[in-house]
DNA sequence: CATCCTTTCTTGACTCGTTCAAGAAAATGC
DNA sequence: GCATTTTCTTGAACGAGTCAAGAAAGGATG
């Protein structure tokens, strides 16, 4: 995980003012990949303090539309956040206990898929999800963590 | 789009007791594909009378767990519903409208990828979202539907 | 370092898609 | 038909996320 040194860097890269709140959602969600915002809201209270609930929304609005942080959001899940952007890899979702892992893109560009047929569409992205069990799912527990 | 009785057949092959609501909902999303919830209960009710609300997410997820129907939920946008299942095909969806059009999958098969690191989950689909832009909202128009 | 302007944060209310719950109504099996 | 089970109606509720207005803080400039 970054320094604060260089999360506050790449805040100032991304021309978005440097405030607490920023650097502590930021770090969160280098500490917590594909966290749910209430999480990330936690996270950020224990690294600064108080912090409204609406701050950490418009921030990771803010890291998103500024490409710091990517946002997440398979079916029956919450939005979900993550750090590691840049590289379009994709993930896997468990459909017992909704945990996501990471997995490298198949052929490592963006978009790294071409659709059959686009019907005029522009197409700049292609998202793979892959719809399984995780292991402990897998193993007979269906709804731990 | 099938007849009534062949959806009405389809119903109770998947073991489903036929109702008016259950065959309303189902013409209705053969009707329009890739429609929101408030679509299909203005299409539904147009087609029986009065119908809760609650009867059409009812039947909807009676539908989606029987396999007759397909729910589809991109980010950013509420659930969508399609009647086209079985052959494992993708999207794309739009950024500036949200619009949704099909495209057959690249393998044919499911899953039709496979990842690279499967990180231990067992993987029974693959689901790909292309993003990108609709023909009207690459002209100019960019939220119009 | 002081000031000003702009952006961001706090507070609190609110929206809206979806779900919960209890009883009434309807569909199927016998 | 009748009983049993499922499904539908009604109405309330939930919760992630958004809206809005004013207070606070960042940072450019002199």
Known sequence: MPSDA?????????????????????????????????????????????????????????????????????????????????????HVVCRGCGSIADVDCAVGETPCLTATDDHGFVIDEAEVIYWGRCPACTAGSPASS
């Open 6 to 90: 260089l999360l506050e860097q790449s805040l100032r890269d991304a021309a978005l003012r440097v405030t607490r709140p920023r650097l502590a959602v930021l770090a969160a969600v280098h500490a917590h990949p594909h966290a749910e915002t209430d999480v990330l809201i936690e996270a950020a209270r224990g690294a600064v303090g108080e912090v409204s609930h609406q701050a950490v929304y418009d921030v990771l609005r803010a890291l998103t539309n500024a490409g710091l942080v990517r946002r997440i959001q398979p079916s029956n899940s919450v939005a979900r956040y993550e750090a590691r952007v840049g590289d379009n890899h994709h």
